[in-house]
């Protein structure tokens, strides 16, 4: 679609379809290292464009949405959390020895604000990737948003909902998520 013109008579006639099921097979992971763990429920939609390194755990009715023209990318030895929804509309790329907190989000898109005369369901959608770099710990129920880098060694509180970008080594907390302090040297 070239312009909000396009997507809002997109929207007008957009009829809803079926994802999916979201059941996979390891074998259809555009990569999976060894000694990958699928706990029981998890789900992984375009499982094409879902690369696991080594070693990853990925816990009970956990959603690894792939997406279509993007990839959701897991580095090794990461520990991702039961009920944890990641889509990657706009692409997610998490480094290696990541832990990720039970029922942590992180979205890569959202709708665009139009004016009160269109439902933000039909407008336009922007995308963009989610970053976290190696050794990152993210609380439980925190909340990742679209665009977002989380450098190196961060920690990311519980229910915290991040926005804009955290430095290496920073500790932040709250809604929006905010500067504590640093992790010690």
């Known amino acids: ?14 009829r809803h379809r079926s994802h999916g099921t979201g059941y996979f097979k390891p074998s259809q992971l555009a990569a999976c290292g060894p ?28 959603i690894l949405k792939g997406y279509y023209k993007n990839t959701l990318r897991v580095g090794d030895e990461t520990w991702i959390g039961q009920m944890c929804f990641l889509h990657s509309a706009g692409g997610i790329t998490i480094g290696e020895r990541v832990g990720i907190g039970p029922g942590v989000m992180m979205i890569t898109s959202t709708h665009e604000e139009l004016d009160r005369t269109h439902a933000p369901l039909n407008s336009p959608v922007t995308l963009a990737p989610i970053v976290v770099e190696a050794e990152v ?27 804009h970008n955290v430095e290496p080594y920073n500790i932040v907390a709250g809604s929006p998520a905010r500067l504590l302090r640093q992790r010690p040297e």
Request: with cysteine.
């Open 35 to 62: 000694d990958c763990v699928f706990e029981t429920d998890v789900l992984i939609f375009h499982p094409e464009n879902v690369h696991l390194g080594c070693n990853v755990y990925v816990g009970h009715r956990t």
């Open 137 to 163: 710990n993210i609380g439980v129920g925190a909340i990742i948003l679209p665009g977002v880098t989380i450098g190196r060694g961060a920690k990311i509180g519980a229910g915290a909902v991040v926005t």
């Open 1 to 14: 679609m070239s312009d909000v013109g396009d997507w809002l008579q997109y929207g007008r006639h957009m």
